[in-house]
């Protein structure tokens, strides 16, 4: 990227630390609802964990049954959208101050892609 045709993209320190220090009562609930969530599938795990292995696998079973076609029509439209981001003039825009260079090249992360790649591939079908 050269630096004539960069864009600098800047945010106010405001943007990052809006509501920060303040809980509204909404807030307080939803961190409760969830941490109970948690805690409620966890001990359901720890207590029945076939019981809960076998609705899980419904679950799954039901949503690609049912949705697997939404699934790959999201992810086609989500990569053609990346390329279409890179390809535009949204594929210049810098992230940093003008006269910093990127930490890494597009061959390394090419490279940190495949590895992470190869990385969840191994854990899924290990």
Not at 27 to 46: D, N, P, T, Y
Not at 78 to 89: F, I, Q, T
Request: glycine share 14%; net charge neutral.
């Amino acid at each position: 990227m050269s630096g004539s045709h960069a864009q600098r993209v800047g945010l106010p320190l405001a943007a990052f630390t809006a509501g920060c220090g303040s809980r509204s009562r909404r807030s307080v609930l939803q961190l409760v609802f969830s941490a109970g969530l948690i805690l409620a599938i966890v001990l359901w795990g720890i207590v029945a964990p076939a019981h809960l292995g076998a609705v899980f696998d419904g679950a799954l079973a039901m949503i690609t049954r049912n949705f697997g076609w939404a699934y790959l029509w999201l992810v086609l439209g989500l990569v053609v959208m990346a390329v279409v981001l890179a390809c535009s003039r949204y594929g210049n825009l810098k992230l940093g101050a003008e006269d910093e260079e990127p930490e890494f090249s597009i061959g390394a992360w090419f490279s940190m892609l495949f590895a992470a790649g190869m990385g969840i591939g191994l854990v899924f079908w290990g």
